[in-house]
Nanobody, 124 residues
């Protein structure tokens, strides 16, 4: 099992930006990584995937606004979020992937236990 720690969330106005970070306790170079989010009363949903080769995929609701990236040497994954909307408000989580796809709607089967997540609140 790998421990995952998310950070970087906060309160931001609509149209603003945030950069989320995810740090893994072990090397991630061989794994696809994903960012998920969960709003109150809703299921956790996958929003972005990056493969070990740095191919990326996004759900339509964030495409063009969010960018997932990775720094394998630091065992870290990032989510740059621009043009934020109130509907982006959620707790954001990262995870390593088993089966995954970056084509069409992204998919990723989470491999590890969930971290604490980081809360993103978009409000005026």
């Amino acid at each position: 099992q790998v421990r995952l720690v998310e950070s970087g969330g906060g309160l931001v106005q609509p149209g603003g930006s945030l950069r989320l970070s995810c740090t893994a306790s072990r090397r991630i170079v061989m794994y696809a990584m994903g960012w998920y989010r969960q709003a109150p009363g809703k299921q956790r949903e996958l929003v972005a995937v990056i493969s070990s080769g740095r191919s990326t995929g996004y759900v339509d609701s964030v495409k063009g606004r969010f960018t997932i990236s990775r720094d394998n040497a630091k065992n870290m994954v990032f989510l740059q979020m621009n043009s934020l909307k109130p509907e982006d408000t959620a707790v954001y989580y990262c995870n390593r992937g088993k089966t995954y796809s970056v084509y069409g709607p992204p998919t990723l089967e989470p491999l590890d236990a969930w971290g604490q997540g980081t809360l993103v609140t978009v409000s005026s």
